[in-house]
């Protein structure tokens, strides 16, 4: 029989409390649980290399753990919510602590010992992951159980997973944009540790008419918070005590940016910039390297007036440019803007690049090189390339023939880039590859060396148009170079000699798993 029409059809269930709660905790699970995995990443490339295979490797293993867990979910039978809210607390627990453990232990291990470090490293993020994976399947059983009659499966899938996806997407784009950035790793872990021990606390709450021993329970959410808590308060000493034992010396600024893990160390022997660990210079024999990678090509020029230098936020590169009193404008384009802010307003620093990064005839551009060059017209006498070696693929796009290209179309007709290009007697096969790149579009390489006490022996390679031409005067009072010194700098022994290598293209990135190699055997 039809409804009347002044009659209103039954209405639909209400919405319960704890439905909807048990449906939040599933987006808190999932923010949770992706965070400790990207944390788990970062800390790989931070610790043991900026390097893809480190992440890859992480995520991979997390996932496969994850797997597991999801296996054996099938084996928990009873006490649903208890086994669930003491999964939280170990989540919570394990996973909040994992970034701050790791930090200790790659502090306290010896440098002999990285393998040991590894071994922990990877079992830590099994056991997070292979947790985390018992956590949804659990919540889906759960709200089975609960909520039998408002949800057919079907249903209840769609629902759990599309609130554990936007988990995801929250947490994948505010890790690198606002958690890092703002707390760093260590306190990022232990906030969403901290998460994962509300839940467990919320459900104490929910279902405490149906917990055994709920006295017990509520002491131990009580205690993982409070070991938690404390451990977030103290995680600037920690982060102090493991940075301090792993650089040796005194540390002048550490900061995590959006982009990287910047530490400036000082002692007796002068001051050295780290970036996610890895050397950037030392002030007592930097002149060394910049003097190399920037005079050859000023100076063959003779009268560069505009000049482009792509990376080198340090401003060491522009100091020695601006040596040219016929420079007009340099620009510098560098990602990272608080390495431009640390190094033109901290004053020690600002001293090391001689204030280059506060000259009138210096515009600086905070952007990525690549989509820069992409979108701009100008072409310029010199383009000096100082970024950081080809050790990921986001670097190593910027040693591609696509890369190459764009510089050939930003050079003026008789200018010159020089791109800085690793270490020739360590990393021999990357050295060529990248000479082999800048060929491969059309150009004309040079490829010299120079030795950096710091570095060891390290490699640059002028691209030009027209064949490079020996400088014939220098800017006064260089500490390194000299007109007769140019000349055997162009000499390779045959430890460095050319060997045969394929060029760098986007489409295959033979150079970061060519670099990974070679400098991977230093560290081994």
């Known amino acids: 029989m039809p409804t009347p029409l002044h009659e209103s059809p039954e209405a639909p269930a209400r919405v319960q409390p704890a439905e909807v709660l048990l449906l939040a905790s599933v987006f808190v699970i999932a923010a949770c649980g992706l965070v400790y995995e990207l944390a788990a990443g970062a800390l790989a490339s931070y610790l043991l290399g900026d390097s893809v295979l480190q992440f890859s490797t ?14 054996l979910s099938k084996f928990i039978e009873r006490q649903l919510v208890a086994q669930f809210l003491r999964l939280e607390l170990m989540v919570g627990l394990l996973g909040g602590l994992m970034p701050a453990a790791l930090f200790a232990a790659h502090a306290s291990l010896p440098a002999s010992g990285m393998t040991a470090f590894r071994v922990l490293m990877y079992g830590a993020v099994g056991t997070v992951g292979v947790l985390v994976g018992l956590e949804i399947p659990l919540v889906m059983r759960i709200l089975k159980r609960q909520f039998s009659q408002r949800y057919a499966l079907k249903d209840l899938v769609a629902q759990v997973l599309t609130f554990d996806y936007l988990g995801a997407l929250a947490v994948a784009v505010a890790f690198p944009l606002l958690l890092v950035p703002q707390l760093g790793l260590i306190r ?5 540790g901290l998460l994962n021990a509300a839940v467990a606390a919320w459900a104490l709450w929910m279902f405490r008419a149906e917990l055994r021993r709920w006295n017990a329970h509520a002491l131990a959410c009580a205690a993982v918070v409070a070991l938690l808590l404390g451990a977030f308060a103290a995680a600037d000493r920690l982060t ?13 600024f550490r900061e995590t940016s959006a982009y990287q893990r910047v530490v400036v160390t000082g002692g007796p022997a002068g001051v050295r910039l780290f970036l996610n660990g890895n050397l950037q210079f030392h002030s007592r024999d930097e002149y060394r390297y910049h003097e190399a990678l920037v005079h050859p090509a000023m100076a063959a020029h003779g009268a560069p007036k505009r000049v482009l230098v792509l990376g080198g936020g340090d401003g060491m590169a522009v100091r020695e440019v601006l040596r040219y009193p016929r420079v007009e404008q340099v620009t510098l384009v560098e990602l990272d803007p608080r390495m431009t802010a640390l190094f033109s307003q901290q004053p020690r620093l600002a001293e090391l690049n001689q204030r280059a990064l506060l000259s009138p005839r210096l515009r600086i551009v905070n952007a990525d090189a690549f989509g820069w060059l992409e979108q701009q017209g100008d072409t310029y006498d010199v383009i000096v390339v100082d970024f950081p070696d080809p050790s990921n693929f986001a670097l190593g796009k910027l040693y ?12 003026a007709a008789g200018g010159y880039a020089v791109i800085q290009t690793t270490s020739p007697l360590i990393a021999r096969h990357s050295f060529w590859t990248v000479v082999a790149t800048v060929e491969a579009v059309g150009l004309t390489a040079t490829p010299y060396h120079a030795h950096v006490p710091s570095f060891g022996e390290w490699g640059f390679v002028v691209a030009s148009r027209r064949p490079w ?10 500490r390194f170079l000299t007109l007769d010194g140019i000349p055997p700098l162009l000499n390779f022994p045959p430890d460095m000699a050319r060997v045969p290598a394929e060029p760098n293209r986007l489409s295959n990135q033979v150079l970061v798993q060519t670099f990974e190699a070679e400098w991977g055997r230093v560290h081994e």
């Open 58 to 71: 992480i995520i991979g293993a997390y996932l496969f753990a994850m797997g597991i867990g999801s296996w």
């Open 188 to 192: 990022t872990g232990l906030a969403f």
């Open 240 to 252: 102090t005590w493991a940075e301090d034992r792993f650089y040796g010396e005194s540390i002048l």
């Open 400 to 411: 591609t023939t696509s890369f190459y290209a764009l510089l050939d179309q930003h050079l």
């Open 469 to 478: 031409r020996q400088p014939t005067a220098l800017p006064p009072d260089l």
